[in-house]
């Protein structure tokens, strides 16, 4: 049975509208990071600085009225600088846990690649189960919660590669890339874009987000379309091109993105285009290809190539 669409998905439009007026010429990127949030994940912004990947971050935590932070990640930055710890209170002759900026609904962590993989393992716990662990004691974080992640090119000096496990928790790695000529002219006139986010509306506030995100999960997905998925998972572990598969995880995110896309297009329905539109957002920063291929290209050959070779179901 199908579910009609809910009054509150009318909001995703307005809600990527309203992104793409500090965000030039990036519609489809905004698209696909408002498809991170609703599917429940956490975003992975990868490009050359200067590109508006802090500025998409803080305009889509705008845009859904949650509590916002932002970490700049650092060499020396410790674990407990972003998750807490617990502090001597000589009033109460006790030890008191002192929360770390982690504990907001959208933490916006800025160049997490330049600190140190003991810091960057200090996200896993609460990226996966929304909670952190300070001295044996499990503290919740407040729901939703979301981290919007920015990542240097591993060219750039002074940064620390993601292992695969932390990679494997980003729902979907997104690339704003440089703008086209008419954007940046754009750009150039209203040289204010950064000093009109904090004036952004809360289009989707929370309660209608929560909502919204629930609707996700009623998002139709016809069984010949999950076979579909599998078949493209299995391809990537199958593939002699590449040296590591997709986790189950991955199929997961995939399949929830792929519900979550075809709402954002006000369809109560996933169609195979979703999946495919999907696929290499959601896979490519997972998967890795075997030694010897061409590290400009990535596995994006090899995953462009499982798309072209599995038939799409009718």
């Keep these: 049975m199908t579910t009609s669409p809910t009054v509150s998905s009318s909001v995703l439009p307005e809600l990527v ?23 429940g994940g956490h975003i992975l912004l990868e490009d050359v600085p200067g590109t508006g990947k802090t500025s998409l971050a803080r305009a889509l935590a705008r845009s859904i009225g949650g509590s916002f932070q932002r970490v700049q990640f650092t060499s020396d930055l410790l674990p407990t600088d972003v998750l807490g710890l617990n502090l001597w209170s000589a009033r109460e002759d006790a030890f008191r846990f002192t ?22 393992s200090s996200l896993l716990e609460a990226m996966s189960e929304g909670s952190v662990s300070i001295d044996g004691t499990t503290y919740p974080l407040p729901q939703p919660f979301f981290v919007i992640a920015t990542q240097n090119p591993m060219e750039f000096e002074g940064t620390y590669p993601l292992p695969e496990s932390q990679l494997d928790r980003f729902l979907v790695r997104l690339s704003l890339g440089y703008p086209d000529r008419e954007a940046e002219r754009q750009v150039l006139a209203h040289a204010d874009l950064s000093e009109k986010i904090p004036g952004l ?40 091109q590449l040296a590591l598969g997709a986790s189950t995880r991955a199929a997961r995110d995939l399949h929830r993105a ?28 997972r998967v890795i290809p075997v030694p010897g291929q061409d590290a400009a290209d990535g596995p994006g050959r090899a995953l462009d190539q499982i798309l072209r070779q599995r038939a799409v179901p009718e």
């Design 17 to 39: 509208d309203q992104i793409e007026t500090v965000i030039f010429g990036k519609r489809e990127v905004i698209e696909l990071a408002v498809v991170g949030f609703l599917a």
């Design 99 to 120: 929360e770390g900026p982690i504990f907001h609904n959208v933490v916006l962590a800025d160049e997490l690649n330049r600190t140190s993989p003991r810091t960057q």
């Design 201 to 240: 509306d809360a289009v989707a506030p929370l309660p209608a987000f929560e909502a919204l995100r629930r609707a996700v999960s009623r998002v139709r997905f016809d069984d010949k379309l999950v076979e579909y998925l599998l078949d493209l998972i299995a391809a990537t572990r199958e593939s002699s």
């Design 258 to 285: 792929a519900q979550a896309y075809a709402l954002v297009q006000r369809r109560t329905y996933v169609v195979p285009d979703d999946v495919k539109r999907l696929f290499r957002p959601v896979i490519e920063h």
